[in-house]
């Protein structure tokens, strides 16, 4: 999946950055948070490209020109874990949220952090509290780690508990990614035989295979050969097959997309409500054990700090309801400005932060950047925003969810947010989506990430 190292979206979602209005105060903040860059899964196709290349080799392949190296290069990439430099992401973005969020941290009150039982899960959420609090990062906070198995009810890990999410059902962005694969690799593919002698048993596959090498072992090896071995058009292509992937199986195009995230969702509204959450009967998105326990899931917090994994991030924005990535993804490229770039919003060590905003009355929809331009309207009470930023970036709420309005600086009124997430929960239609007996969607069938 999207493999890009972490750097906050250099173009940001299509809305302006405002300063909180003097007065006002960030009260609460969610994160969620991806793990840092990693070396390969086991299962990864990527692991594959070293045998496939000494069986070339041994009948009788040798590469030539920028492909030489092939003749010797090894494979130097281990499993799972984390790089140094995932490690170093988590533990940089921990010193971040300090930075912007430490003010949050009541040290009378010891915090509850989740992640998932994977050892990446594991290693990305010790480095960021070490990042956040320091090396005894324990005395502050208590990290609850959440089973990650095919059946339990992990909501940051949703897909482990939807059936559909795991067969055909929502194989479309797969599809849609080969189809793609076979146009935009075309001419690599060529230049790659054209460098061989011997056997030339080339493929577009092994083309996409060796692409992704690129960024694997940047960041495993701090450089790799394959990423000189294509255009800046290939790599434009390379970035959009993420797109139909996600969009396909994590997304609007997907029947599960939705689903998967859903458990977050139901999760996020009832703390922002300070109540456990109460889903409808059979609702297994969520772990009820855990989740009407005070001790595993506590209502009072300041800041609530969850780690998860790319796909069921991307599935939780969709959750969210954020239409901005609903359109539809063709086959045969990328549309004009197409908002869904995968590496701006679930990189490694990708994160999304919603800021809950106290101001003590409401802040004028048409903004001024200067801060001596009055920011409040002249009438009304306290009123509380929610703000959403996606690595680092604002998401503009009104933009998905109308009810919001048009804002220059994207907020959306608490309690207009929260009347917005259960109609998206409603939306996920998560009992049917998940396990429904339906017949496998083609890709482009599915366009409200549900069934």
Request: hydrophobic share 30%.
């Amino acid at each position: 999946m999207e493999a890009r190292p972490y750097m906050p979206n250099p173009s940001g979602f299509g809305v302006e950055e405002y300063s909180l209005p003097p007065g006002s105060n960030i009260t609460q903040m969610h994160m969620v948070h991806r793990h840092g860059s990693r070396y390969p899964t086991s299962s990864a196709s990527v692991a594959t490209l070293p045998k496939r290349i000494a069986e070339l080799l041994g009948n009788g392949t040798r590469f030539t020109g920028n492909l030489e190296f092939l003749n010797t290069w090894e494979y130097q990439l281990g499993k799972e874990e984390l790089t140094g430099l995932g490690r170093q992401q988590l533990f940089d973005s921990g010193v971040l949220h300090w930075f912007n969020y430490g003010q949050l941290y009541d040290p009378s009150s010891p915090l509850i952090a989740r992640t998932c039982s994977q050892v990446r899960m594991l290693q990305s959420a010790e480095n960021f509290l070490n990042g956040f609090f320091g090396p005894k990062y324990a005395d502050n906070v208590t990290l609850e780690v959440i089973i990650e198995q095919t059946g339990f009810k992990n909501p940051l890990a949703g897909d482990k508990a939807c059936t559909n999410n795991n067969n055909n059902r929502s194989a479309g962005g797969d599809w849609a990614n080969t189809q793609w694969q076979e146009k935009y690799l075309k001419r690599a593919t060529d230049r790659f035989r054209e460098s061989m002698t011997g056997n030339k048993n080339w493929t577009t596959e092994d083309t996409y295979l060796a692409q992704t090498m690129c960024p694997y072992e940047t960041v495993g090896l701090g450089y790799s050969p394959f990423c000189s071995l294509f255009t800046k058009d290939e790599w434009d292509g390379f970035e959009y097959s993420f797109a139909l992937e996600y969009y396909g199986e994590n997304g609007f195009g997907s029947p599960t997309g939705r689903a998967v995230g859903v458990g977050y969702v139901h999760e996020l509204v009832a703390r922002l409500q300070h109540q456990y959450p109460q889903p409808d009967e059979g609702f297994t998105a969520i772990n009820e054990t855990l989740d009407t326990n005070p001790t595993t899931f506590p209502l009072n917090q300041s800041l609530y700090l969850d780690f998860s994994h790319d796909t069921t991030m991307f599935s939780m924005l969709t959750a969210l309801g954020l239409t901005q990535f609903e359109d539809f993804l063709p086959t045969s490229g990328p549309p004009e400005d197409n908002q869904l770039i995968v590496s701006h919003i679930v990189p490694f060590a990708a994160r999304f932060n919603i800021e809950v905003i106290k101001a003590p009355r409401p802040v004028r929809a048409k903004r001024s950047k200067d801060s001596h331009t009055a920011s409040y309207e002249d009438k009304g009470g306290e009123t509380i925003y929610v703000h959403l930023l996606i690595n680092q970036r604002t998401i503009s709420l009104g933009r998905s969810i109308p009810e919001c309005g048009k804002r220059d600086d994207g907020w959306c009124e608490l309690e207009t947010f929260i009347k917005a997430q259960k109609e998206n929960i409603a939306k996920a239609k998560y009992e049917d989506s998940c396990f429904g007996n339906y017949s496998v969607p083609a890709y482009g069938d599915i366009t409200t990430g549900a069934i």
